[in-house]
């Protein structure tokens, strides 16, 4: 099967199980699903794939469920549950980072197996890591920021759509210029860097748009709490 037909597949089960998290386990799930989805995201972004003609890491799909996760937050049950819900994915990854990095201090065993996936999956390059950081609490206190001020704008339940492409659109746009200039500026040419920077947010464009259906799945639902 074609990578785009898979992603396109895996876009949709990723959303699907946001809305079953929220279902089985209300307001609850959502904030186990921030934390769940900061630390996947960025296991997954060290696997690169080719998807429409473009080079293209894992991992998009997984942290923009956290994005339609603040969102739904913010329409449900207001900008405080929402801003809670970032603090609390950033503070996940923090520790993951932190944690990590104490594993791999560990001299490995001379039966060990292990030591060298890790090694490549969590010894992140200080750039990378500050940049990840940096761009999610950013990124997502301006995603609810804007959903909130577009709200008050539109507040129909019809428009819920221009709530959540907006203010997933700007912010997923901040992510990326802010991750992509601490990663890479200076590292590649401008031209490369350039590159990197629109490929990645197109990506994350075509995310935010796939999402939209369970956004207004989402309102209608009336969860577990």
């Known amino acids: 099967m074609p990578n785009e037909m898979m992603w396109l597949g895996f876009a949709l089960i990723n959303f699907i199980i946001v809305l079953l ?17 900061t630390v996947v995201a960025n296991l997954q972004v060290v696997k690169t794939i080719e998807i429409f003609g473009l080079t293209a ?6 942290y923009g469920t956290a994005f339609l996760v603040t969102d739904i937050l913010n329409e449900k049950y207001g900008e405080k549950e929402a801003k809670k819900a970032v603090w609390l994915g950033f503070a996940t990854l923090i520790s993951l980072t932190v944690i990590m990095q104490g594993v791999l201090l560990f001299k490995p065993d001379e039966t060990d197996f ?10 992140l390059i200080p750039r990378i890591a500050l940049g990840s950081l940096a761009a999610f609490i950013i990124s997502q206190y301006a995603d609810v920021a804007i959903y909130s001020y577009i709200r008050k704008k539109f507040p129909s339940d019809r428009l819920l759509w221009v709530r959540n492409n ?14 992509t200039s601490i990663a890479f500026l200076f590292v590649y040419p401008f031209s490369v860097w350039i590159q990197i920077f629109i ?7 075509a995310v935010a748009i796939i999402d939209t259906p369970f956004a207004y799945l989402a309102k209608k639902m009336k969860p577990h709490e």
């Open 21 to 37: 998290f929220y279902k089985l386990f209300g307001k609850s799930g959502l904030f186990v699903w921030i934390g769940f989805s």
């Open 57 to 62: 890491t894992m991992g998009n799909i997984m």
């Open 199 to 205: 490929t990645t947010y197109l990506i994350k464009f």
């Open 166 to 179: 907006g203010s997933t659109m700007i912010s997923q746009l901040i992510d990326t210029l802010i991750f």
């Open 114 to 123: 292990a030591q060298g996936a890790l090694q490549t999956i969590f010894g």
